[in-house]
């Protein structure tokens, strides 16, 4: 299973960027698992953003409810993070994830990064 996430850049405060997370390989449907977005600022841990499920609930870091949403196109095998009104303190590696369980062995996948820099 490969993810591979786009669509970081440079954005100044208040604008809007769109992250994507395609997903290839072992058969993997976004549709069939959880997915979740998480992000790393320098010098901190990384923290869960954003998650959604099979069943398509959604759940979001307390600092970016209302800003963000997540999201997933399952013909495109493709699950999204739409970042609005962006803060600088938005700004980190934001990573997709998601992970199977397999006779009782999980297996964690992430995707490779992309970088988002929110200027002020």
């Known amino acids: 299973v490969q993810l591979q996430a786009s669509g970081g850049g440079l954005v100044q405060a208040g604008g809007s960027l769109r992250l994507s997370c395609a997903v290839s390989?072992?058969?993997?449907?976004?549709?069939?698992?959880?997915m979740y977005w998480y992000r790393q600022a320098p010098g901190k841990q990384r923290e869960l953003v954003a998650t959604?499920?099979?069943?398509?609930?959604?759940d979001y870091l307390d600092s970016v409810k209302g800003r963000f949403t997540i999201s997933r196109d399952n013909a495109k095998n493709t699950v999204y993070l739409q970042m609005n009104s962006l803060k600088p303190e938005d700004t980190a590696v934001y990573y997709c994830n998601t992970y199977i369980i397999d006779r009782g062995t999980r297996t964690n996948y992430w995707g490779q990064g992309t970088q988002v820099t929110v200027s002020s």
């Open positions: 959604i499920t099979r069943a398509i609930n959604t």
């Open positions: 390989g072992g058969g993997f449907r976004v549709s069939s698992n959880a």
